[in-house]
């Protein structure tokens, strides 16, 4: 198993990584490592809390993982600095702002709100299981008019198309 140095690492994890976000088989082939170890390297990062995109090349595709470390990182930050990060890694400050948003409207859910999704969602089963009740009823109505159908069509095959006249 081969040793690779930090530098190398460092300036292959620069190639995966924003901006660039190349592909491990493009970088495996450019630099003759298996793409195994690219994957390690990448789950190195993503543990030590850098932003790593997943297999999605576009920043809105990260994961919500990655998407609150960069919110993280970028908490302190003042805006020329975040620009400079933003270039650095591929990403609009609009972004980044963008998930900050989410991250706070996230949080400032309250219990009012969990108790309102609740109840809604126990609306919607007392209304699924309404809905269930009546596609068995339909179900045995439509079972009984085609057994009556059969029923029918039988009694004409055995005595005809004939009606009963005892009037004649």
Same mark, same amino acid.
């Given at each position: 198993?081969?040793?690779?140095?930090?530098?190398?690492?460092?300036?292959?994890?620069?190639?995966?990584?924003?901006?660039?976000?190349?592909?491990?088989?493009?970088? *495996?082939?450019?630099?003759?490592?298996?793409?195994?170890?690219?994957?390690?390297?990448?789950?190195? $990062? %993503? @543990?030590? #809390?850098?932003?790593?995109?997943?297999?999605?090349?576009?920043?809105?595709?990260?994961?919500?993982?990655?998407?609150? *470390?960069?919110?993280?990182?970028?908490?302190?930050?003042?805006?020329?600095?975040?620009?400079?990060? $933003? %270039? @650095?890694? #591929?990403?609009?400050?609009?972004?980044?702002?963008?998930?900050?948003?989410?991250?706070?409207?996230?949080?400032?859910?309250?219990?009012?709100?969990?108790?309102?999704?609740?109840?809604?969602?126990k609306k919607t089963t007392k209304e699924i299981k309404k809905l269930k009740a009546e596609v068995r009823r339909k179900d045995k109505a439509l079972a009984e008019t085609s057994a009556l159908l059969v029923?029918?069509?039988?009694?004409?095959?055995?005595?005809?198309?004939?009606?009963?006249?005892?009037?004649?």
């Open positions: 198993m081969p040793r690779y140095s930090e530098e190398r690492k460092a300036a292959t994890l620069k190639k995966l990584l924003p901006p660039q976000s190349r592909s491990v088989n493009s970088v *495996a082939d450019e630099d003759g490592i298996s793409p195994q170890t690219l994957y390690h390297w990448l789950k190195q $990062c %993503r @543990e030590q #809390g850098v932003a790593v995109p997943g297999h999605q090349k576009q920043a809105d595709q990260w994961s919500a993982e990655d998407k609150l *470390a960069i919110v993280i990182e970028t908490a302190g930050l003042s805006e020329a600095e975040l620009s400079a990060y $933003c %270039r @650095e890694k #591929g990403l609009f400050t609009a972004q980044v702002k963008q998930w900050r948003t989410d991250c706070l409207q996230g949080f400032g859910r309250t219990a009012d709100s969990e108790r309102q999704v609740k109840q809604e969602r029923l029918s069509k039988k009694l004409e095959a055995l005595y005809g198309d004939e009606p009963d006249n005892e009037d004649d």
